[in-house]
């Protein structure tokens, strides 16, 4: 990707032995903090995901996303800004939801679009791209026109 701040995954397993393991992974790789988009729904079947990543982030957001839907104007905010605030003290971040597909390739994609002002295919492209290169994949579309037309906007209103 454009920067080397920027980081998508998918979630940890739900167990507090692979709750850690996920931590001690994203640790390893400089990894300072940590962007969960998993919905209120999903975040309930951790015993305290929040708690165990405050332990070993610096920083801990909570953007809640609905499954294969696409963010309110506040949580897209909440996103992005806790981005822009881990670039400002040169610290990694991690974006995650359930599989690491849609809702983080979403928010990849509008960080591109608003940080870097990449067009919204090549924020797409770019950020599908990222994931192949390891083995995984992204559909920053996969809430259908609804998540274009979030794109669309967030370009359109970069600064």
């Not at 996920?22 to 998993?38: E, K, N």
């Not at 849609?102 to 990222?130: P, Q, Y």
């Not at 992204?138 to 967030?154: H, K, Q, S």
Request: charged residues 30%; contains cysteine.
């Amino acid at each position: 990707m454009h920067d080397d701040i920027v980081h998508c995954a998918d979630r940890p397993g739900y167990d507090d032995e692979d709750v850690n393991a996920w931590i001690d992974f994203m640790v390893a790789r400089g990894i300072r903090r940590v962007v969960c988009l998993l919905s209120d729904t999903r975040l309930e079947r951790y015993d305290d995901l929040p708690a165990a990543y405050g332990r070993r982030f610096s920083a801990v957001t909570h953007a809640p996303i609905d499954d294969h839907g696409i963010p309110s104007p506040e949580i897209l905010e909440r996103a992005l800004t806790a981005i822009a605030e881990a670039e400002s003290a040169g610290e990694r971040i991690v974006l995650h939801c359930a599989a690491g597909m849609g809702r983080t390739g979403l928010i990849a994609s509008a960080w591109l679009c608003r940080r870097h002002a990449v067009t919204v295919d090549d924020a797409i492209r770019e950020v599908c791209a990222a994931a192949h290169r390891v083995g995984a994949n992204r559909d920053p579309l996969e809430a259908g026109p609804d998540a274009r037309a979030l794109l669309e906007a967030v370009w359109a209103a970069r600064q």
